[in-house]
């Protein structure tokens, strides 16, 4: 099976820009969920979607929005881009069988 | 809350030499355990899980994991390191879809 794939790797934005991330998980799973990695705050959980509806979400500020596709396929959006927003987003294909993420390569987006 | 605690940021051995890395956690119910390695740049690959069962269980890469109810923790060890698993690593608990991780172990390894 093929892995995880998220497009773009790497992404340059100014301030107030807005950014959309894409991922495509394993085929076969229906739950895809987002998380940001900086160095000073780690991994944190953004949202997770499940059949095009989102389950969960974590504690971020609304211009940080998802959506799901029926194919599972999933976008990230930010709006109004802060330079915190400097970082690796990470997307996980959830195994509902065995309840294990499986995690792309990550976009690294930075924001002048 | 959920939350997990690695004490060490950032770890040095020499080849060949032993390891463990510590993992404490703080969950309300049976926890479900992960340990993930990062390398600089790429996304986590997962080594190891821990639903129920043994605990002490096997991963990828000779590393093995042991979870301490009485103690909360979920320490990763391997034998004999090499040079190859210099990275970074995360212990993470919680369910499928959503995970919460510790700040992560840097693994430095001395030739």
């Known amino acids: 099976k093929a892995g995880v794939t998220q497009t773009p790797r790497y992404l340059i934005k100014t301030r107030g820009q807005q950014v959309t991330l894409s991922c495509s998980p394993i085929?076969?799973?229906?739950?895809v969920s987002w998380y940001q990695q900086t160095p000073g705050q780690g991994l944190q959980f953004l949202f997770e979607y499940f059949s095009e509806t989102q389950r969960n979400k974590g504690n971020f500020p609304g211009r940080f929005s998802g959506r799901q596709f029926s194919n599972s396929r999933s976008e990230m959006n930010v709006s109004t881009l802060e330079l915190g927003d400097s970082a690796l987003y990470l997307c996980?294909?959830?195994?509902?069988?065995?309840?294990?993420?499986?995690f792309g390569p990550g976009t690294r987006l930075t924001v002048l | 809350a959920q939350s997990v605690t690695q004490p060490d940021i950032h770890i040095t051995v020499s080849e060949g030499a032993s390891l463990e890395l510590r993992c404490n956690y703080s969950y309300g119910a049976t926890p479900y355990l992960f340990w993930y390695v990062q390398s600089p740049g790429q996304g986590l690959q997962l080594l190891l899980k821990y639903f129920s069962g043994d605990t002490l269980v096997q991963g990828i890469k000779g590393f093995e994991a042991e979870f301490k109810r009485s103690q909360s923790s979920f320490n990763l060890r391997k034998p004999s390191v090499h040079w190859s698993d210099a990275a970074e690593y995360f212990c993470a608990v919680g369910a499928g879809e959503k995970l919460v991780f510790g700040q992560g172990t840097r693994l430095t390894i001395n030739p």
């Open positions: 996980a294909s959830n195994e509902a069988s065995t309840d294990t993420q499986y």
């Open positions: 085929s076969g799973h229906r739950s």
